[in-house]
């Protein structure tokens, strides 16, 4: 059984950092892309950025030059570095990834359970 265990949100203020994790577990094959999404109430998911497996990311207009996303492909692990925070990043951010199970032929897209970042004004 895969899982995705994501780690480190919190409550920050305007201008803080913090970093999120997102660990990789299970027998797997390989991680295929990885990112990171966020959902404020009210409001649908989005996309904040990805990762390929080389380590080609991509982010959202809103947080490029204030976040920085890494992954270690030894450890299995994802990491999110959040600088400059907004108050307008406060939502539940889920970690994703496309793996390829041990015994399966197949992508399969894998969440994890999501983890509260607040930015207090």
């Known amino acids: 059984q895969v899982q995705l265990v994501e780690s480190g949100g919190g409550l920050v203020q305007a201008g803080g950092s913090l970093r999120l994790s997102c660990a990789v577990f299970?027998?797997?094959?390989?991680?295929?892309?990885m990112g990171w999404y966020r959902q404020a109430p009210g409001k649908q998911r989005e996309l904040v950025a990805s990762?390929?497996?080389?380590?080609?990311?991509n982010y959202a207009d809103s947080v490029k030059g204030r976040f920085t996303l890494s992954r270690d492909n030894a450890k299995n692990t994802m990491y999110l570095q959040m600088n400059s925070l907004k108050p307008e990043d406060t939502a539940v951010y889920y970690c994703?990834?496309?793996?390829?199970?041990?015994?399966?032929?197949?992508?399969?897209?894998?969440w994890g359970q999501g983890t509260q970042v607040t930015v207090s004004s």
């Open positions: 990762i390929t497996r080389s380590g080609r990311t």
């Open positions: 994703n990834a496309a793996i390829i199970p041990s015994g399966r032929d197949g992508v399969i897209n894998y």
């Open positions: 299970g027998s797997i094959l390989s991680i295929n892309a």
